[in-house]
């Protein structure tokens, strides 16, 4: 092993950086700096102490990001969207309705608090990889169990951090959401990555099935008395809740069971005859990826249902009501996604800070008449939620449950209860 060195001497320090002044000490010091790194006898590259941009992002428009990769390795095809949560990457992380997608965090600084197993939205990570400006080097929270990126490696996410996010922030409002294809893999030119970006679209395809349970099963945890905010438990469950998973997040089911719910979960494919035989008081269409319009089974499902038992849409589910009822869904440019979004709700007239995450929305001008607009979106004035008392239908299209927050719309599960309520003792 041959070490290359340099020496610098400095024989007069006062004289060398000021020139011009004399010195203040008759007395001076011979400074000695000697610099020496380890090479190879063969000449080889030695393995570097830090972390090197080994990663790629290639976007559709052609554009290339060099990052740092951290968690799992190997190249993913996925449409990209910023998130402007600042905190709550793990929700994030477990939520199914990011499938197909990779995740940017406007946030600049992610993992600091590491990752815990009492945060997780759902049985597994659906989305394709995340995207940040900067990896924490150390963790700090007191429910930590282990780093961000062991965590992503142990199931299979691709990362990236040391990349411009505002960037391409700035290009995705511009342009529009992106296709891009992550790779760590050297062996693909990126001539090849951009192919790849190219030939594929998220328009159309089913993401429901892959993310919804297979079997029906009970839920029964509510929401920890430590963390719930509103203090409105039941011991006993009055109502009887069919919850149709389309990639349904814990947290919906905890908010239900916490208002007096016995929930049994059904798969996306669940016949709606099957449902009805269970004699339900309300049926919950969840949240869940993709285009609404790529599941017509979903679509046919709430139609059947629609009229005969109370019903409420939560973003995908919204979705689906507003193409039961009649309506079409659009498209975003952006989409919304993020913990932080103002929406006017139209039948309180308060202003509630709402957590969302979809790509599509419904057109109100297509929907029949009798349908209301109960909630709009203040940053875009895209509808955010839908009534139709005639046949007892409610619809948010963002997130009452929040977690970790915020809380604003908690109360429209309490709606939901009160729409079964008079439904069933008006009967």
Known sequence: MATQGLNFALHNPSTFFAPNKPPRHSKFRIVTVKCSAPLSSEGAATERPWNVANARLVLEDGSIWRAKSFGASGTQVGEVVFNTSLTGYQEILTDPSYAGQFVLMTNPHIGNTGVNFDDEESRQCFLAGLVIRSLSIGTSNWRCAETLGNYLAERNIMGISDVDTRAITRRLRQDGSLIGVLSTEESKSDQE??????????????LISDVSCKEPFEWVESTKPDWDFNTHESNSKTYRVIAYDFGIKHNILRRLASYGCQIIVVPSTWPASETLKLKPDGVLFSNGPGDPSAVPYAVAIVKELIGKVPVFGICMGH???GQALGGKTFKMKFGHHGGNHPVHNIQNGRVEISAQNHNYAVDPATLPKGV??????LND?????????ALNVMSLQYHP???PGPHDSDCVFKDFIELMKSVKYRA
């Open 319 to 321: 979705q689906l009501l």
């Open 401 to 403: 449950e929040a977690s």
């Open 381 to 389: 004035g895209t509808c955010a939620g839908l009534a139709y008392p």
């Open 193 to 206: 990555l951009l192919e790849m970006s190219r030939s594929w679209d998220i328009v159309g395809i089913d």
């Open 372 to 377: 209301e607009v109960t909630h709009i979106n």
